[in-house]
């Protein structure tokens, strides 16, 4: 699809088969905007994804589809956006995201890009439109409590377009430095869980034996976790979709750290957490999935397995210097543990929602 007004057009990415290949030119111009934009807000690539992140990504799977559209003005790109669907569930919703260079903001380019995957989501018949920004601590005017603040241009953006503010979600970074904070937590944490679970870890592919348990725990985590006033169902999880996800990550050439507890009396897997690392930034690790099954919450868990696995991080990666994590800014017991840890907020993000019928 490609739309024009007088200064600049928009065109639908074509996915190269490869990075490096012939009619990848385009993603590879795309890829490195995207990384520019990251720098621009948040003065570090830590939160950027690798060309080859992206690439498999950006590809559709059973469980959900993206389209991407870029906006060129004078031959460069200067503006991007997405929009990705979920096919197995909540399949009233779509993820549109928009982004402009700095240089090219105020020339009706976001708007152009937004009514572009508005239209492809309205055309698969999706009704929620959900959307984020992103308010580092430290930018003008942003860190004040809440953290999304009404002066951002993303903020005027939204808000302008009939898009309503339902959740804040903390982002936050912990440096590799807590042994002594640590050394105390475990102790806490072990004495806490006692005798009654077992620590299980590996590496990018659940062991076959556990992989029907992780889909329970991992759909677990779409309706366990505070939505705010996002309409979020309930996610479909099984075995198959456990795998797609891991084939996902391998693709990107992420590597995924699991650490699970195991319930010793019934055998069952009843808590979760999983760090990602990416090779295109070695420096960096994402705290990203925690979960503890209802009836096993209050023995300390969470905090044990996160533990666990920030240690194998230490052992195995001790390049990593800082791990980045989100999370909803009303989900208390999750945050609670992050701080015991040292995770220290470095920005927010604001959740935002349009219904269009
Ligand atoms: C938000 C963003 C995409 C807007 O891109 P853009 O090309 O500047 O958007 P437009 O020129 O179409 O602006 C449309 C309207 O949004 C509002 N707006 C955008 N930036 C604004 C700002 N800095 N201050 C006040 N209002 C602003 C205005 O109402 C503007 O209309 P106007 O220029 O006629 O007054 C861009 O600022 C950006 O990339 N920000 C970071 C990413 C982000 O927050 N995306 C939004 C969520 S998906």
Known sequence: MTGRVPDF???????????DGPDGKDFRELTSVLDTMVLETWGSLDRASSAQSRLAGWRDTPYEASRNFFARVGGRIVGHASC????KDNVHTAWLQVDVLEGHRRQGIGTALLRTVEGVAMAQGRHVLQAHTEHPIGAAGAGA???????GPGVAFCLK??????????????????DAEWARLELAARSKADAAYKVLAWTN???GEYVDHMAGLMGRM??????????????????????QLEDTTLAEGQTSLVAA???????DLVAYTVIYLDPSKPWVAEQDDTLVAKPHRGHGLGMLVKLANLRRLQTECPEVRRVMTYNAEENEHMLSINVQLGFKAAGYDGEWQKRIK
């Open 261 to 267: 507890a195991q319930h010793r009396s019934t055998g």
């Open 205 to 207: 592919r659940c062991p």
């Open 145 to 151: 409590p809440g953290g999304v603040t009404d002066d």
């Open 9 to 19: 057009s928009i065109h639908e990415l074509h996915l190269p088969e490869s990075l």
């Open 222 to 243: 779409s309706t366990d976790t505070p939505a705010g006033g996002l309409e979020i169902e309930a996610e479909a999880w099984d075995a198959a979709r456990v795998r």
């Open 161 to 178: 377009n009939g898009y309503a503010l339902e959740q804040t979600s903390r982002f936050s970074s912990l440096d590799m430095d807590h």
């Open 84 to 87: 990705q669907v979920p096919l």
